[in-house]
């Protein structure tokens, strides 16, 4: 039995570390770095303009991952930013900046190498409840997740730099539904209030709203 176990990790191992070669290789393979939101449509195969434009589908990545979520694939470029295999860069275009995520030299060697990182990704891709959220509050945590990565996409960011986990726990647990209630929650500052408290307040307002009428 101990003998079949270590095969299925050996065989989980490898699995992840071919979802972390693909997902950075995309990014090794680009003509030039883009943003989390367009490296996402490459890996699944996304056929819109830009990437008609730019050449993009006749990378060996393209529709790479089209099974993935979107949510998993954010998670999943949140780990590897977090852990250091790749980096956002902010650019200027047209006096405004942009944030884009290139490979770095660890993630290069990684690549090389193609030893575990010793990383969750199995984690992300796997339906599980979320440590320490109450089993009543788990489908707000999901909804606050989905939304924090809508407002990711809408600025092509990271999901972790609109807030970390730990924060979205947080706002989770103590369910604030007015802006005064909201700011006082360690980590979140008055960027956040003016780009994201409307419709985090609002998923929270409307749980809120339901759970109390059932």
Known sequence: MDKENKSIDRIL???EVSVMSI????LSELPFPIGVKRTIDVLKGNRNAFAQNQGLMTLSTFSALPSFTRDQLSDIFDLLILHGFADVI???QD???YPVVA????GMTFLHDGKSPGLSILNILMDKDVPGIPD???DLFYKLKLTRRQLAEEYDYPAFMVCSDSVLRDICLKKPTEPD???KITGVDM?????YSKQILYVIRHYVTREKGS
Do not use: G, R, S, V
């Not at 997902?23 to 995309?26: K, P």
């Not at 490979?103 to 660890?106: E, F, L, P, V």
């Open 13 to 15: 191992e490898n699995f």
């Open 136 to 138: 009543e509050d788990q």
């Open 23 to 26: 997902t950075l290789y995309c």
């Open 181 to 183: 209630e909201l700011i």
């Open 191 to 195: 960027a956040f209030m003016k780009h």
């Open 90 to 92: 902010m650019e200027t």
């Open 103 to 106: 490979i770095n030299k660890k």
């Open 95 to 97: 006096e405004e900046e």
